[in-house]
């Protein structure tokens, strides 16, 4: 299963590797179709894909490191 999602970094994430992370310990694989680095933060557009249950705790495990997570179109 593939999701489309946007994600909101603040100021003090957007050095880190939580995307890798992510990818790495909920089991997805992801493309990155966009990114934005502005001075309070960055955004992020990926593409992630892998199993239904897999993509839910991606998502939840970016969250509780502080990132925002939207669905995109």
């Given at each position: 299963?593939?999701?489309?999602?946007?994600?909101?970094?603040?100021?003090?994430?957007?050095r880190?590797?939580?995307?890798?992370?992510?990818?790495?310990?909920?089991?997805?694989?992801?493309?990155?179709?966009?990114?934005?680095?502005?001075?309070?933060?960055?955004?992020?557009?990926?593409?992630?894909?892998?199993?239904?249950?897999?993509?839910?705790r991606?998502?939840?495990?970016?969250?509780a490191?502080?990132?925002?997570?939207?669905?995109?179109?």
């Open positions: 299963m593939k999701r489309l999602c946007r994600l909101f970094f603040p100021k003090n994430l957007i880190e590797p939580l995307v890798y992370r992510m990818a790495k310990e909920c089991g997805v694989t992801f493309d990155i179709r966009e990114t934005k680095i502005m001075a309070d933060g960055g955004t992020l557009l990926l593409a992630l894909d892998g199993a239904e249950d897999s993509l839910g991606a998502a939840e495990w970016l969250k490191k502080g990132v925002r997570v939207e669905a995109a179109e």
